[in-house]
């Protein structure tokens, strides 16, 4: 079997993770977990990924999350069972609009956690847990708030490459 999508996670706030297409309109995921320093607190809480389509066709994406071993004060904690509902985003436009749709939680799978199903009706698809929060986002909200004149816009610290 050819695959028909490809999964791309390397652009800012991407999520990483490990893939494989299991069948024709399958895609098996596996989020890495977010760690705290010196610590066993490890949790998957979110995910941001896009979904290349060879093909698109309208038929629909079934994108299953694998679950994940998630801790919490040293005592395992199932990752998105206890959860009633969770919703997700995509967008077809490459995050300039977004659609709302509800997981499917599989809370007897041993393998599965939760099934996302989106559409394959455009050649790249956005897929994340909340819409995400761009660097254009940013500089629309500091070109709004400059004009203020109780807003003070101050550098407090620069990155090892000496950038603000």
Known sequence: MAPEYYIENAFNNGSLLDWHQSAADTICLKLAMDRERFSPNAQVTHFHFRIHVRQPSGQQIRLE?????????????????????????????NGLTWQEADAEILRDDPAVAMVLTVPAESPCITVARLVPYTEKDLA???????????VTLEEIGTTLQNRP
């Open 140 to 150: 629309g909200l500091l070109g709004d708030i400059t004009a203020c004149p109780d």
């Open 65 to 93: 999350i694998g679950h994940s071993g998630n801790c919490w004060n040293n005592r395992p904690e199932p990752c998105w069972i206890r959860q009633e509902r969770i919703a997700f985003r995509y967008s077809m436009d």
